[in-house]
């Protein structure tokens, strides 16, 4: 293999966008043969030994990215104990080792559904603390006032807690009245675009019931940046290299944790201990990777929904079913 500069090298062994890996190139904590590397630096990753906080990459782990347009009554599950369909039917068999959905969407609702087996990438696009947003188009029954909205924009309480933020605007003029065929009822719904980054159970359905207005349909048109309204329902592509450094950028980074005081007494002893065994800082960017093709993930991703796996005592939602 030839020389390529370190960042790409550690963007593809999925330990960071090539933006990231560049800042982990600055702060000192990638190696080239035992030699702190620089931006700029070129090494051949079957050749040389590339660390990043003394942890030899490996260069050629590729994941899989998928996305799905997932059709309504199917499960975002691996698999169901009540034996419905999963999005897994959806999948060839050939490709579904190690592959998991990325965060839920209904048994009723349909729209842009991720799978990958790359674990730290699911996490990113599925925990709120990466703040990955996901829009939705929401069908209500009638239509929800202004001041209605605004409380679901503000945040409501929702099992005891409060609703991050929501962008909520209208999907576009309902149909101008009288266009309807003679004798069939006016249609008293209304579609709206609902931005969110939480991804709580059931929660665009919650909250439009709590203003007195219940989803009718409810379709995922979003994932971060990522958008594909071209992608047939129940059709899967892969993603590119570009989609998925592009849905990385787009999750933030987690807040750094304040640095904790060492009582002065103390100090020295902390800094030996530092300098002898030198921690990863805490809030690293997670390793990933970004190749759309075939190398299982190594470790099962996290947030893996299984399904029927309610949380202890939650309370049952008010239509169909996750
Ligand atoms: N909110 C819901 O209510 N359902 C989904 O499937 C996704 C978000």
């Not at 203003?211 to 309204?229: C, E, F, M, N, Y």
């Amino acid at each position: 293999m030839s020389e390529e500069r370190v960042q790409k090298i550690l963007a593809r062994a999925g330990i960071a966008s090539r933006r990231k890996a560049e800042e982990l190139i600055r702060e000192g904590v990638v190696t080239i043969n035992g030699r702190v590397a620089e931006v700029g630096d070129k090494a051949d990753p079957e050749r040389d030994a590339i660390k990043v906080d003394g942890k030899r990459i490996q260069h050629n782990q590729q994941h899989r990215y998928l996305l799905l347009n997932k059709p309504k009554a199917y499960m975002s599950t691996v698999e169901d104990p009540e034996g419905r369909k999963t999005v897994m039917d959806l999948v060839p068999a050939a490709m579904r080792k190690a592959l998991v959905p990325v965060g839920r969407l209904d048994y009723h609702t349909e729209g842009l559904l991720l799978l990958t087996d790359d674990g730290e990438f699911a996490q990113r696009i599925a925990h709120p603390r990466y703040g990955s947003t996901k829009t939705y188009e929401v069908k209500v029954k009638g239509a929800p006032t202004e001041a209605q909205l605004d409380r679901l924009r503000e945040g409501i309480l929702l099992d005891g807690h409060r609703t991050s933020p929501a962008k909520i605007t209208s999907r576009g003029p309902r149909k101008p009245t009288g266009t309807h065929r003679r004798g069939e009822p006016e249609s008293d719904n209304s579609w709206w675009i609902v931005e969110i980054s939480e991804g709580r159970t059931r929660q665009v359905r919650e909250m439009f019931f709590r203003i007195g207005h219940p989803v009718q349909k409810l379709r995922r048109v979003a994932i971060g940046p990522l958008r594909d309204a071209r992608l047939p329902v129940g059709a899967l592509r892969e993603l590119t290299e570009q989609e998925v450094e592009k849905l990385l950028r787009s999750a933030r980074q987690p807040e750094a944790k304040p640095a904790r005081k060492t009582p002065p007494a103390r100090k020295k002893a902390a800094a030996a201990t530092n300098a002898a065994a030198k921690q990863p800082a805490a809030e690293k960017p997670a390793p990933r990777a970004r190749k759309p093709v075939s190398k299982p993930a190594r470790k099962p991703p996290t947030g893996v929904k299984r399904a029927g796996a309610r949380k202890p005592g939650a309370r049952k939602q008010p239509q169909g079913r996750r």
